[in-house]
């Protein structure tokens, strides 16, 4: 059961709204600020339900950061505006009336988005990890060349023959050659 905030304008429209969702599947709690997000971090998204823009904007940016879907039901004069401010993001605007089956839906597809936009970050930060070692292990073999004669090859093989007899990582043996030879 995927656990969803929501916060209305009212508390009439809250409970109406937390009572389907709890309905179709949901768990439901109750926001209040930026802070119950962090608190609560098996929130997968927070429905923001017909109040204005000022008390939803900052919220709804500290839960994508944390990867929590958004989605916002505006009012219609502030639709455009919400929209706006929401481009980009894989929020989901919506306007009354609205149609259950479809917020059902876009919250689905929302939550299911951003599972795969927090993955990709995830491999992404890996990624760049993986390249900066790169970078720094071939800084390290083009000081082993430059300072010792050796082939690329040999330095190659020095790097990681220290690594494996160390039992540490080729990053740990680049770094102490750079700071042997560049400083």
Not at 46 to 64: D, Q, R, T, Y
Not at 68 to 85: D, G, N, S, T, Y
Not at 163 to 169: F, G, L, P, T
Request: hydrophobic share 40%; proline share 2%.
């Amino acid at each position: 059961m995927q656990k969803v905030a929501v916060r209305c304008a009212g508390r009439t429209a809250e409970k109406k709204l937390s009572d389907y969702l709890n309905e179709n599947g949901f768990s439901v709690s109750s926001v209040d600020s930026v802070a119950d997000f962090s608190e609560q971090t098996e929130i997968k998204a927070v429905i923001f339900g017909l109040l204005p823009i000022s008390e939803w904007a900052e919220s709804a940016n500290a839960a994508m950061k944390l990867h929590i879907a958004v989605v916002v039901i505006a009012k219609p004069e502030e639709k455009e505006q919400a929209e706006m401010l929401l481009s980009g993001t894989g929020a989901v605007v919506f306007t009354l009336p609205i149609r259950p089956e479809g917020l059902l839906q876009a919250l689905r597809t929302s939550i299911e988005m951003n599972e795969c936009v927090r993955r990709l970050n995830e491999e992404n930060e890996k990624l760049k990890i993986a390249l900066s070692d790169m970078k720094l292990i071939d800084r390290a073999k083009c000081a082993l060349i430059w300072y010792l004669g050796m082939t690329e090859k040999e330095s190659h093989r020095f790097i990681e023959k220290q690594a494996m007899d160390r039992r540490v990582s080729r990053r740990e043996i680049a770094t102490e050659i750079l700071k042997t030879y560049e400083s």
